[in-house]
């Protein structure tokens, strides 16, 4: 059983950068590819991004593509979302996604996982 924490969540104005954080419960986080998606209100959970075990590979939804960065630190049992010139639209709970056996594009084509963290809320303001 894995278990993934989000944190960094928060309120910020459109155009604001913010970065959040998942930590892994696991001493093999580095063989689970690792994904975000988001839910908004009144909205299905949707794909953001995804990397793969060794970082090399990294896919984004064409909606954050160019603005937001995925990217993972095996030694420390975390992946990283940045988040830059937010948009209000981009207002939604935030989910780490971890799987041991998908790939990331995979993960983006199912838009399932194996395990899930909590989320973490981003509200962007206009």
């Known amino acids: 059983q894995v278990q993934l924490v989000e944190s960094g969540g928060g309120l910020v104005q459109a155009g604001d950068s913010l970065r959040v954080s998942c930590a892994a419960s696991t001493r093999t986080f580095s063989t689970y590819v690792m994904g975000w998606f988001r839910q908004a209100p009144g909205n299905e959970r949707e794909f953001v991004a995804s990397i793969s075990t060794s970082g090399i590979t990294t896919l984004y939804s064409d909606s954050v593509r160019g603005r937001f960065t995925i990217s993972r630190d095996n030694g420390k049992n975390t992946v990283y979302l940045q988040m830059n010139s937010l948009k209000p639209e981009d207002t939604a709970v935030y989910y780490c996604?971890?799987?041991?056996?998908?790939?990331?594009?995979?993960?983006?084509?199912?838009?399932?996982?194996?395990?899930w963290g909590q989320g973490t809320q981003v509200t962007v303001s206009s």
């Open positions: 996604a971890a799987d041991p056996t998908r790939s990331a594009q995979a993960l983006r084509i199912a838009q399932r996982a194996a395990y």
